[in-house]
């Protein structure tokens, strides 16, 4: 690598999310005061306040919100809370295949919703009394719904057959846009391409895997796919952690990038477009936890700086910076200094391409934004959750406390990271044993 990759502007303006951290807490206390039903509206209010008067009922006791190529359905009945999914028709033949797929799902993937069959179809529920309607619970189940969703109806449709039962209302990219990001596309497979020949040949294949990474994530940055593109980006990216030889890692990778240099316009085209979403499948940024994900690349890239290693120092810190925006939802303070310096290092020398994409580093490590104000802290959310247990429910918590002890440092493994998604999936196991454990002793 003689001058750091080439920047695109990608199709996204601003990666924020917008999941409002500050509703949520107001949820959590509404729900321990009782007020069972406000505190599921505030919740839906955290996630988009538009969800309620654009899906809801005039009462808030009733929603029908899409997400994808799925609709979440929430309904009260009565002191019930039922959730609901119609997820896919099953197939006219492979139907046994695929639901054997569904029971792993059922037992090793969703943690408090579950696949059910009525009749031929495929329906993902949760349910439960409304004073076991934890926010942080339920912000689980919607999670769990929502990601499944994502992740496989186009997989069941296109290796079974499976049909879907609502048609995702999609805005298509533009043609101007699909153009851009299809030449652009093209650009990074070659740049890659090229570069994984060149390191090959000196037998840098380490070098060689991080190029293939840093082309999967700068696709995904700027053309944030869907459908089954967007399927086979996760699926590679996932691939190229696999503990097998370095060697076979890039030769796959390559394959990967070759298939995708060679995917025509048209076809790109299908899986570029905007749509509705309920709960995303990316976690929330903080500064904390952007902070201690490039604490060691950060530390690195500076040595080798120092030494004039300038080379390694951009490919690490590059990789890097796309990785965030693969793993979430970046808010526009850390946004706006990232893709500024990804910009500015666009096609420079390495030397002066290191020195500024290490200045934003240093920028990012020292806390220098503006407009930050929630640091990634979810202990006072822990503590407002292990309040909301009732009396009655005390004695079987205690009598779960071995368990939950394991769980607890995964919790704060959790918080540690800023994680919010893991952080909710873990608060709802710790609710779930406890309500198991209330059941057996009734």
Request: aromatic residues 10%.
């Amino acid at each position: 690598m003689k001058k750091a990759i080439h920047y695109y502007q990608p199709v996204l303006d601003s990666t924020q999310s917008t999941f409002n951290f500050d509703r949520f807490k107001e949820s959590v206390e509404t729900y321990r005061e009782g007020k069972h039903v406000e505190a599921l509206q505030i919740l839906i209010d955290s996630l988009n306040p538009k969800f309620r008067e654009n899906y809801g009922n005039d009462d808030g006791t009733e929603y029908h919100i899409p997400h994808g190529s799925i609709v979440v359905d929430i309904k009260i009945e009565g002191n019930l809370l039922r959730i609901h999914s119609d997820f896919m028709e099953l197939p006219e033949k492979g139907s046994v295949a695929m639901l054997r797929q569904v029971c792993n799902l059922n037992t090793g993937t969703l943690l408090l919703p579950s696949f059910k069959l009525r009749g031929n179809t495929l329906t993902i529920d949760y349910q439960c009394e409304l004073n076991q309607s934890h926010p942080a619970k339920i912000y689980g189940v919607f999670s769990d719904i929502c990601s499944t969703g994502d992740q496989y109806d186009d997989e069941f449709a296109s290796k079974f057959g499976a049909k879907r039962i609502y048609e995702p209302r999609i805005t298509s990219y533009s043609a101007e846009q699909v153009d851009y990001l299809y030449d652009a596309i093209q650009h990074i497979c070659q740049e890659a391409l090229e570069l994984v020949a060149d390191y090959n040949s000196k037998r840098k294949q380490g070098y060689s895997w991080n190029i293939i990474e840093l082309a999967f994530y700068q696709i995904m940055y700027i053309a944030s796919p869907q459908g089954q593109i967007l399927n086979e980006m996760d699926k590679a990216i996932v691939d190229m952690d696999k503990d097998i030889a370095l060697n076979e890692l890039v030769n796959k990778g390559t394959e990967v990038l070759k298939k995708i240099q060679a995917t025509p316009k048209e076809e790109l085209a299908k899986d570029l477009y905007f749509v509705d979403q309920f709960v995303s499948t990316k976690r929330r940024s903080s500064l904390k936890n952007v902070q201690e994900n490039f604490e060691e690349d950060y530390e690195k890239a500076e040595q080798a700086i120092q030494s004039g290693n300038y080379e390694p120092a951009v490919i690490r810190m590059l990789v890097k910076c796309y990785a965030m925006y693969y793993y979430n939802d970046v808010q526009d303070d850390i946004n706006n200094v990232v893709a500024k310096a990804l910009k500015e290092s666009s096609d420079k020398e390495l030397e002066e391409a290191a020195n500024i994409l290490y200045d934003a580093m240093d920028d990012i490590m020292e806390g220098n934004l503006e407009d930050y104000s929630f640091n990634g802290d979810y202990s006072q959310l822990i503590a407002q959750a292990a309040e909301s247990i009732t009396p009655e429910m005390q004695k079987q918590v205690e009598d779960l406390q071995a368990s939950i002890l394991q769980l607890q440092q995964k919790m704060m493994e959790a918080m540690s990271k800023g994680d919010m998604q893991e952080y909710m999936r873990i608060a709802a196991e710790i609710q779930q044993k406890a309500m198991l454990q209330a059941m057996n002793q009734k």
